[in-house]
């Protein structure tokens, strides 16, 4: 109870209850949530120590037995020789890293079970709505700031980030995420984002940095993750369905060559072209070759090489047919094949 002076100059009691909803998500979250660091080998000699890359975030969300399964970013393990979980009572124990995937940004650890006691509670991302209150939990700016906890609400739903992977500065992927103007920064990536009943709605993954913007988080759905998740944990990778196909977007391709080497019509600037055909692929098979420029998947147009892998990874499994539309030397085509396991 705070004593407080009145007008008068008589102090009086005022009883303050700091238990509301967000304290109550953030005691079923909290403790599900940890630090991760990556270690890499550094310096020259054979015997090189490990030093600290990075430190991230990351969620438990399942114990088996003498294992425990955590959810993270792939840029939190990426490069490392080591990784090191903090529990939330600061209890430091190793990881191993079971499978990462560059697209969707995930990765799973596992970990022993012996000093886990929380594990997270799945959500249902598709159930938001814009307005919705909404906390991150993660380690700003390293284990310093561990298990920090900050308020805020769905600011957006559907958002897509064009991501470029390679680093070429061309987009090579459409991330699909939720917008919250919850704080969130380095550090933060592959923590929790839960909602107002502790239940895990989304991993936080990135936030747009520029200075003159503020409070946008963005974090990877819940609903989206699960099925990577499986795949990880399960396989050690994402199986994904495989055309045997090099591609190049119509639109980075000279206007000259569009109409001599590709043989379009003049009306038509987009779609995705076929630089090489790999031997006995499902694309050799179907009768797909070189310089053919796909418009149409599944009678879904095909805009750029980042719609094409959206409607391939997203909507497609191994096994599954795939229709095509395109361009032989002017002439539209169609073809059928049946896509493979991507080997690569």
Do not use: C
């Not at 403790?31 to 991230?56: K, M, P, R, Y």
């Amino acid at each position: 109870m705070l004593q407080v002076p009145n007008s008068s100059g008589i102090t009086q009691g005022v009883t303050v209850d700091v238990e509301t909803d967000v304290t109550k998500a953030v005691d079923i979250a909290a403790d599900a949530v940890v630090g991760i660091t990556n270690l890499q080998e550094s310096g020259f000699w054979a015997d090189a120590s490990e030093a600290e890359a990075g430190t991230g975030s990351g969620v438990i969300y399942r114990k088996s037995g003498s294992d425990a399964y955590i959810v993270t970013n792939n840029h939190v393990v990426e490069g490392a020789s080591e990784l090191e979980v903090t529990l939330a009572n600061g209890k430091k124990i190793s990881a191993e890293l079971i499978g990462s995937d560059i697209w969707t940004d995930l990765a799973v650890l596992k970990v022993s079970s012996k000093e886990i006691t929380k594990v997270a509670e799945f959500g249902n991302s598709d159930a938001l709505k814009s307005g919705e209150p909404v906390i991150a939990i993660g380690n700003p700016l390293g284990l310093t700031f561990s298990g920090s906890v900050t308020q805020g609400i769905v600011s957006g739903l559907d958002r897509t980030i064009p991501v470029d992977i390679n680093n070429d500065g061309i987009a090579d992927w459409q991330s699909e995420v939720i917008q919250t103007d919850a704080a969130i920064n380095p550090g933060n990536s592959g923590g929790a984002l839960v909602n107002i009943k502790g239940q895990l709605i989304g991993i936080n993954s990135m936030k747009i940095s520029e200075s003159s913007v503020e409070g946008i988080g963005l974090a990877i759905p819940i609903n989206s993750a699960v099925p990577i998740i499986e795949d990880l944990e399960q396989n050690g990778e994402v199986k994904r369905p495989y055309m045997g196909v090099e591609l190049e977007s119509v639109s980075d391709i000279p206007g000259y060559y569009q109409e001599e080497a590709l043989k379009l019509p003049k009306d038509l600037t987009t779609g995705v072209a076929i630089k090489a055909v790999a031997p006995n692929s499902p694309a050799e098979k179907a009768g797909l070759k070189e310089l053919d420029v796909i418009v149409e998947l599944d009678g879904e147009e095909i805009i750029d090489l980042v719609d094409l892998r959206k409607h391939l990874y997203t909507d497609k499994k191994v096994g599954d047919k795939l229709k095509i539309k395109y361009y032989r030397e002017g002439k539209e085509k169609t073809a059928e094949l049946t896509l493979a396991e991507d080997k690569m």
